[in-house]
């Protein structure tokens, strides 16, 4: 919690000469609906497929799965705002507008496929630079200018998958993720929502009896 918000918060609490709340009974905390916050959120979700023939060659399959934020919106008594596009210490993981995964697949008619996917991530700003009373800090922006960490671009992995399945049954699948290596930004909090393993490549060989 921000600091200039705590009196409202804090005051509530009230601990006794040991400094406890559950040593003697002068220590309690007042329960008042000025605590209750609402949190809502709201978005469009995409998805599509489209089948393509390619004759002899097979077909292409292509999919699209995609999400539009309409509001990641925080409300209680005392402050109102929308992470939409802001990450930071209140709005925690990036909340981008738009993101996204497609992928291409090609289904060959010889038991050869390949596979390319896109996966999106839209670029966000750091939540102390909104314009939203309740939620900006200009304080701290010429810190987070100067590091160069107020805005995280928008990010763009590709991943590559082949297999190949042979006449008595024998599947082999190989791929690769992240083709291009991208790091993730330097924030250890975000690492859920970004690709923290870099360039990863897999194999596997399946057995059907």
């Keep these: 919690m921000r600091s200039d918000r705590c ?17 003697t009974r002068a220590g309690y905390t007042e329960v008042t609906y000025q605590n209750i916050g609402r949190s809502v959120s709201e978005g469009i979700d995409l ?9 002899n060659s097979g077909y292409l399959a292509m999919d699209l799965m ?12 005392l402050v109102d705002y929308n992470c939409t596009g802001y ?16 992928r ?7 038991r050869l496929n390949l596979s390319l996917a896109w996966r999106y991530l839209g670029g966000v700003d750091v939540d102390d630079s909104s314009p939203e009373p309740g939620l900006a800090n200009p304080e701290k922006m010429p810190v987070w200018e100067a590091s160069g960490a107020a805005t995280i671009p928008a990010y763009n992995w590709f991943d590559l998958a082949a297999s190949y ?21 330097p924030y250890w909090g975000l690492y859920q929502v970004y690709d923290p393993l ?12």
């Design 165 to 185: 399945t042979f006449r008595n049954g024998i599947k082999l699948s190989a791929g690769v993720n992240n083709i291009l290596d991208e790091e993730p930004p």
């Design 66 to 77: 995609g999400t539009y934020l309409l509001q990641d919106r925080f409300t209680n008594p």
């Design 198 to 209: 870099g360039r990863y490549i897999f194999s596997s060989v399946q057995f059907n009896f």
């Design 47 to 55: 998805n599509s497929n489209y089948l393509v023939g390619l004759g």
């Design 104 to 110: 291409a697949t090609w289904e060959s008619n010889f």
């Design 87 to 102: 990450f930071g210490n209140q709005c925690g993981q990036s909340q981008p507008l738009w993101r996204h995964r497609f």
């Design 7 to 23: 009196p409202q918060f804090c005051d509530l609490i009230h601990r006794d000469p040991q400094y406890t709340l559950w040593l």
